[in-house]
């Protein structure tokens, strides 16, 4: 199968301190992976260079059927190009309510020349009925982003994601601040959109990881230290030395 993302000997440093030192990673077209590993393994810098945010030293990161290279590009083409980015924190427009953010988020699409001239389209009413239905939040269309419960406002956030069609979905600890229920609720909205797109998962809560039941790939000191199930990273003897073992 060939691979949507591949990142190969990527090394990035900042002030002389190599964060990410010559790190292959690839993922498939619709994979869905967790990328585990200790605080300054280098897991929010991966994700930077992948948008990018942090331009690698050297190293090559490619994109889609093409192989295109992401280096040249900026955050907003490698955006258009199909890569979305769920931060920690949720950012929906707190006083609008959850169809008006849907609407905008389709509204931006991948192309912001589409806000200009858009009209709202009856194709567009369904489209956005879809993103709530998959994200749960059918009940819930009318009400203000800002009533939501945590896990509801990550959840839309989610589905303005999608609403942008992206290819590769890079989701930054989602389990965070999470109710168990939202937890499971979580775990199988990802495995759902995984069926369709690549979502990368950085996630410390192992539990959610062991839930989202994907290859693993461990980061430690800027480089891939194992991958597999989970079940075979942490019986790693490495993995538990740097990670697992420790505290
Ligand atoms: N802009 C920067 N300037 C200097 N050092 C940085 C910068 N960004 C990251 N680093 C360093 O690079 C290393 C990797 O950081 P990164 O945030 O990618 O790790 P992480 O695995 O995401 O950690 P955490 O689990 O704590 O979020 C850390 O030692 C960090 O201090």
């Not at 258009?80 to 169809?99: L, M, S």
């Amino acid at each position: 199968m060939s691979q949507l993302l591949e990142v190969s000997g990527v090394t990035v440093s900042f002030d002389g301190f190599r964060a990410i030192n010559n790190l292959t990673f690839s993922i498939g077209p619709a994979e869905l992976r967790a990328i585990i590993g200790p605080n300054g393994a280098g897991k929010s810098t991966f994700m930077d260079i992948v948008t990018g945010k942090t331009k690698p030293d050297s190293g090559t990161v490619t994109f889609g059927e093409k192989s295109a290279s992401l280096l040249k590009l900026s955050e907003a083409k490698i955006a258009r190009a199909g890569v979305g980015r769920k931060f920690q924190r949720p950012t929906v427009f707190e006083d609008q309510t959850v169809t008006e953010n849907l609407t905008l988020a389709l509204k931006a699409g991948r192309n912001p020349w589409r806000v200009l001239g858009w009209r709202s389209k009856p194709a567009d009413h369904d489209r956005i009925a879809a993103l709530a239905a998959q994200v749960g939040l059918s009940d819930h269309l009318p009400r203000k982003a800002g009533e939501l419960s945590h896990g509801q406002k990550q959840w839309l956030e989610i589905a303005m994601l999608l609403a942008q069609e992206p290819r590769l979905l890079l989701v930054d600890e989602p389990a965070a601040g999470m109710t168990l229920a939202e937890r499971e609720k979580t775990t199988e909205l990802l495995v759902d959109i995984a069926k369709t797109r690549a979502v990368v998962v950085v996630e410390h809560d192992m539990e959610f990881v062991r839930r989202l039941n994907c290859r693993v790939t461990v980061l430690h000191d800027g480089s891939v230290l194992a991958e597999g199930s989970l079940d075979h990273v942490t019986k790693n003897q490495d993995v538990i030395d740097v990670y697992l073992g420790r505290g």
